[in-house]
């Protein structure tokens, strides 16, 4: 018998292209992801897109992927959105969802692909 899908948490990184700054994504995504209990943080980057890391239960990650790539806030564009570094653990390492404000954070946080 194999481990419920429950017990699994589920991360992955993303970035959003499009007029997605300056229309309130990050704090819709966040609204979102504390209605669906999904945990990470979100970022705008220095070249116009927003990133982040997600994760929660796989239900739940699907829910707000989906939110990301076809809703957005009310006043965002969103051309594209791509998910990568998928992977699963057994115990979440997010306690909540951030919105991450501070510039010196984001040549920290911002991935390098």
């Not at 194999?2 to 007029?19: A, Y």
């Not at 995504?29 to 116009?48: L, P, S």
């Not at 239900?59 to 564009?77: C, D, E, F, H, L």
Request: glycine share 6%; with cysteine; proline share 3%.
């Amino acid at each position: 018998m194999s481990m419920p899908s429950s017990k699994l948490i589920q991360l992955l990184d993303f970035e959003v292209f499009g007029r997605v700054q300056g229309v309130f994504f990050r704090k819709y995504t966040k609204k979102t992801c504390d209605k669906h209990h999904v945990t990470g943080w979100i970022i705008n980057t220095a070249h116009g897109t927003v990133q982040g890391t997600i994760e929660g239960t796989p239900q739940n990650v699907a829910i707000v992927k989906q939110w990301i790539t076809t809703q957005g806030s009310p006043s965002s564009r969103i051309e594209k959105a791509e998910f990568f570094n998928e992977r699963q653990n057994s115990s979440k390492t997010f306690d909540s969802f951030k919105v991450i404000r501070n510039s010196a954070e984001v040549a920290r946080k911002t991935f390098k692909r």
